[in-house]
């Protein structure tokens, strides 16, 4: 009968304090997302239905809330099953589902901390029109439409903000070098990516165009107004 007692009276106590810990949540301000944010959701619905996505399988990266979600998780399953490599001074781990770019700060010398120079591509392929720009004080992003199955996504980031994370269908990543730049490149059926290094920035520019041609198009990202 005790015990009855003290179960019945061990409920009510759980009960009254979860109803406190409830009431406590009433004075919280309602969450409004940004319009950076609902942009990128809306893009990340998008993508579902078109090329990329049938082609790796994963959700929209561009999708920062996503992402870093996303990055979390692969940290963890990276830590065993992982192949870390540098390439072009930028940390490749490579798993069983995903892969992650980072860069490697360690070694690097001074460079912007926020986005001081805002970079712009100047050779933009006939029949691509800018569909979205959003920027903060450590990315950017221009991103440019064909049609449904054919898009341009321009990214800029500081070295520390830097990090990709991929489906593991991409090929391994490689080095190439055009010019004077050099690249890493990876492909997933007709979608190639690029990314780079230059002047104390890092750029990642994925597309449905020839690996030539992206090319082209990424030796073209100068700051804006020069």
Not at 19 to 29: A, G, H, N, Q, V
């Amino acid at each position: 009968m005790d015990k009855l007692i003290d179960n019945e009276m061990l409920r009510k106590a759980l009960e009254i304090y979860e109803d406190k810990r409830l009431c406590e949540y009433d004075d919280l301000e309602e969450f409004v997302p940004s319009e950076k944010f609902e942009k990128r959701m809306e893009r990340l619905i998008k993508s579902r239905n078109n090329y990329f996505y049938t082609v790796t399988k994963t959700r929209f990266r561009k999708a920062l809330a996503v992402a870093a979600v996303a990055a979390v998780l692969v940290t963890s399953a990276l830590s065993v099953t992982a192949i870390r490599e540098t390439i072009l001074g930028f940390f490749v781990s490579r798993g069983s589902e995903v892969d992650v770019i980072e860069y490697n700060t360690e070694n690097a010398k001074d460079y912007p901390k926020t986005i001081e120079k805002l970079f712009e591509l100047k050779n933009i392929p006939e029949g691509y029109a800018l569909e979205d720009e959003t920027s903060d004080e450590i990315s950017s992003e221009l991103y440019f439409v064909k049609d449904d199955e054919h898009y341009l996504d321009f990214q800029q980031f500081t070295k520390d903000s830097y990090s990709s994370v991929s489906d593991g269908e991409f090929s391994a990543p490689e080095k190439i070098k055009d010019g004077a730049q050099q690249f890493i490149i990876r492909t997933s059926g007709k979608m190639i990516m690029l990314v780079w290094e230059k002047d104390g920035y890092v750029f990642e520019m994925t597309g449905f165009l020839g690996k030539n041609e992206m090319l082209k198009i990424a030796q073209s990202a100068q700051p804006k107004g020069e």
